[in-house]
Nanobody, 114 residues
Framework: QVQLVESGGGLVQPGGSLRLSCAASGRTDNILAMAWYRQAPGKQRELVALITNSGMTNYADSVKGRFTICRDNAKNTLYLQMNSLKPEDTAVYYC????????WGQGTQVTVYS
């Protein structure tokens, strides 16, 4: 099974940027897709962005045009570039791997405050 370690969260003011990273190790050869989810307090976990092995991407409407997901396959690392951050982007962000045994990272906190 794959192990995931996220990094890059933190505090930022509205309009600012952050880049999240997710390093995958272990069984990475059968990964079908990778994604970022987020969960705000009192809300359900939601898909933020997804990227397939072929490079196709899908974004939540709320982040289109502001967030960019990409993968470095050589490093087995997933990224999420977040620009023009808003207070409503505040959440714990989780890395997710779609494979026969799906895996989640431990989460990284992103807080956008005025």
């Amino acid at each position: 099974q794959v192990q995931l370690v996220e990094s890059g969260g933190g505090l930022v003011q509205p309009g600012g940027s952050l880049r999240l990273s997710c390093a995958a190790s272990g069984r990475t050869d059968n990964i079908l897709a990778m994604a970022w989810y987020r969960q705000a307090p009192g809300k359900q976990r939601e898909l933020v962005a997804l990227i397939t092995n072929s490079g196709m991407t899908n974004y939540a409407d709320s982040v289109k045009g502001r967030f960019t997901i990409c993968r470095d396959n050589a490093k087995n690392t997933l990224y999420l570039q977040m620009n023009s951050l808003k207070p409503e982007d505040t959440a714990v962000y989780y890395c997710y791997v779609r494979q026969p045994k799906p895996a989640w990272g431990q989460g990284t906190q992103v807080t956008v405050y005025s």
